[in-house]
């Protein structure tokens, strides 16, 4: 809802319009959060931690109507938190996150890593040996509490 200087509901203010300062606000809280964080990660935060309302069917985390939903920033900057992963990576290791990082990892022959996560982002000198097993399953959301 969008209301014009005189204080009366404005009807041209809703849709894009209406959320695109809001989006903008909740990326700058995310980036004081986790300044290091990469475009497309502040994006898969806001997107797999929205809100799914409305009554609508969402395909993938989307529907054509509402987006991605609702934003939820409580739920961003708790369970959206990103892990960082870099140096030895060893044994069996199971992670679910919005976001993934990946920087100048060794994965250790025989390690078992799975990772769900809206973004994973693998970077650097990262090396993962052929007797490895590294599972990447695309999650497009995460409910919070």
């Known amino acids: 809802m969008g209301y014009n200087p005189e204080g009366e509901y404005y009807i041209y203010f809703n849709g894009t319009s209406a959320a695109t300062p809001y989006v903008a606000g909740m990326a700058g809280l995310i980036l004081s959060k986790w300044p290091s964080l990469m475009p497309s990660e502040v994006q898969a935060i806001i997107e ?22 609702r ?12 892990l960082f992963l870099g140096g030895n990576i060893s044994g069996t290791q199971s992670h679910a996150r919005t976001v993934v990082r ?44």
């Open 102 to 145: 990946l920087t100048n990892a060794s994965v250790a022959s025989g390690a078992s890593i799975s990772i769900e996560a809206a973004e994973v982002l693998i970077q650097g000198n990262t090396t993962i040996p052929a007797n490895a097993q590294l599972t990447i399953t695309p999650r497009g959301d995460f409910i919070c509490d």
């Open 71 to 82: 934003i939820n920033a409580g739920c961003a900057l708790t369970a959206g938190a990103p």
């Open 48 to 69: 797999a931690t929205a809100d799914r309302v409305g009554g609508y069917t969402y395909v993938n985390g989307r529907c054509n109507d509402l987006g991605h939903g």
